[in-house]
């Protein structure tokens, strides 16, 4: 009896702190899969790491040795110049010598990268009045971008996502869950298809360098905002029409992330992953609520029927896949 009665209440435990419980176990799948990466990634690319750094010490040896005259600190100071040069875009190579990373349709390029914060880090302010510039910019460009993507979504979901799944629902009388879901794996399908498999294709044909593999993984790197800038697409010798390129790659990169947005909202409507979110979101208490309605008894009923109201109308506007009805249909209800 004592077992049963543990056992009870232990369950009893378990369900009134299922939220608390549901989020230690997600901080700690988190940080396992943070450690999974961590050993996947240094048993791969240690390897390679040093047979790269056996390479370069070979190269500089043999550098040496035919050229006597030359010290190898004299060496070492040339090649930590050239190298910090390299990390602000500058190339001391003779076939990169024609391309240069703040004309025009470069810093369009290096704008859209920092708002969009993907960041290939390619290119880098060398003044202190540009950096202190991109700070200010950034301050104030980023929030605008955020603004101004949500704002794009908001209105290019409406069609692409909520009136479809009605107009299979009440046309056709199909479930409206079912036809959420098949509607965010066909709408996947399609951004995959054209925003990563015809680009990657395009790009390793424009690419002297790419192939499709790495193609695919430029698209993926920049339009999920990662930007390791290990691969930038124009920078290549002698790069044709790279004005132009650089324009479209900037247009690619804003659709591409505006479609990623698309798609990630659509998913999160999914009436199942909502239901798979809220395990791990806080609970309202209703205590909380009790003495937040009796520190406002003070408003009149009228105000309080007014913010009900208008409470209503957010959450209906809010609510995935609801249309909201007319004036006229709700005044014949009241009528009748």
């Not at 370069?56 to 930590?80: D, I, T």
């Not at 905002?225 to 990169?253: A, H, M, S």
Request: charged content about 15%; some cysteine.
């Amino acid at each position: 009896m004592l077992q049963s009665l543990a056992g009870s209440s232990c369950v009893r435990l378990v369900e009134q702190h299922r939220s608390a419980w549901c989020f230690a176990l997600l901080v700690l799948g988190y940080l396992l899969y943070l450690v999974f990466g961590a050993v996947v990634f240094s048993s791969v690319e240690l390897p390679y790491e040093d047979l790269l750094r056996q390479e370069l010490g070979k190269v500089k040896q043999r550098f040496l040795e035919e050229h006597a005259c030359l010290s190898e600190q004299q060496l070492e100071q040339f090649l930590m110049r050239v190298l910090e040069a390299s990390n602000y875009g500058v190339s001391v190579l003779s076939n990169a010598s024609g391309n240069w990373n703040w004309d025009f349709t470069s810093s369009l390029f290096f704008a859209s990268t920092v708002l969009s914060t993907t960041g290939y880090g390619h290119t880098v302010p060398l003044s202190d009045g540009g950096k202190a510039f991109c700070i200010i910019y950034s301050v104030i460009g980023i929030p605008f971008t955020l603004l101004f993507l949500t704002a794009v979504v908001q209105r290019i979901i409406v069609y692409v996502t909520r009136r479809p799944v009605l107009y299979f629902h009440i046309r056709w009388g199909f479930s409206k869950q079912v036809v959420a879901i098949i509607h965010a794996i066909t709408l996947g399908f399609i951004t995959v298809s054209c925003f990563f498999l015809i680009p990657a294709a395009i790009f390793s044909v424009l690419e002297d360098d790419w192939n499709f593999l790495e193609s695919f993984y430029f698209c993926f790197i920049s339009l999920s905002t990662i930007g390791l800038g290990d691969y930038v697409p124009g920078e290549g010798y002698n790069q044709k029409f790279r004005e132009l390129y650089k324009i479209g790659i900037t247009c690619y990169l804003l659709l591409g992330l505006i479609a990623m947005l698309v798609v990630l909202e659509t998913f999160c409507e999914l009436h199942e992953l909502k239901k798979f979110r809220k395990l791990f979101y806080v609970k309202k208490d209703k205590e909380e609520d009790q003495v937040h309605i009796m520190e406002h008894d003070q408003l009149s009923f009228s105000s309080i029927s007014d913010q009900a109201a208008s409470m209503k109308d957010d959450q209906k506007a809010n609510e995935p896949f609801v249309t909201s009805q007319s004036p006229t249909s709700n005044d014949s209800s009241l009528n009748n």
